[in-house]
Nanobody
Framework: QVRVVQSGGGLVQAGGSLRLSCEAS????????MGWYRQAPGKQREAVAT???????IYADSVKGRFAISRDNAKNTVDLQMNSLKPEDTAVYYC??????????????WGQGTQVTVSS
């Protein structure tokens, strides 16, 4: 069993900052990619930022220069620092961990989601 637990988020004014954190725990061999995704009302879930186990990052164009993703492989954690927030960043944010097992197989596990609301 794998648990992916998120923390952080909340309500902030435009221009403010928030930090999201996520930890994966359970029985597995390793974690490949970790990432943050978001889903706004009436829209599809989209990738915000991802990071490989080697530290390679990819950002959505809409958040480049404002958000920063980081991870701690020893702790199986990933954080998302969000600066210069805009009302259009309002969404439910989800953490994803791509978990690898010794006997083979790679599975995606999702966090519970956390609301981020940016007021104008």
């Amino acid at each position: 069993q794998v648990r992916v637990v998120q923390s952080g988020g909340g309500l902030v004014q435009a221009g403010g900052s928030l930090r999201l954190s996520c930890e994966a725990s359970g029985s597995f061999t390793s974690i490949n990619d970790m990432g943050w995704y978001r889903q706004a009302p009436g829209k599809q879930r989209e990738a915000v930022a991802t990071i490989t186990s080697g530290g390679t990052t990819i950002y959505a164009d809409s958040v480049k220069g404002r958000f920063a993703i980081s991870r701690d492989n020893a702790k199986n954690t990933v954080d998302l620092q969000m600066n210069s927030l805009k009302p259009e960043d309002t969404a439910v944010y989800y953490c994803k961990a791509e978990v690898k097992y010794t006997l083979g197989g790679v599975f995606n596990y999702w966090g519970q989601g956390t609301q981020v609301t940016v007021s104008s």
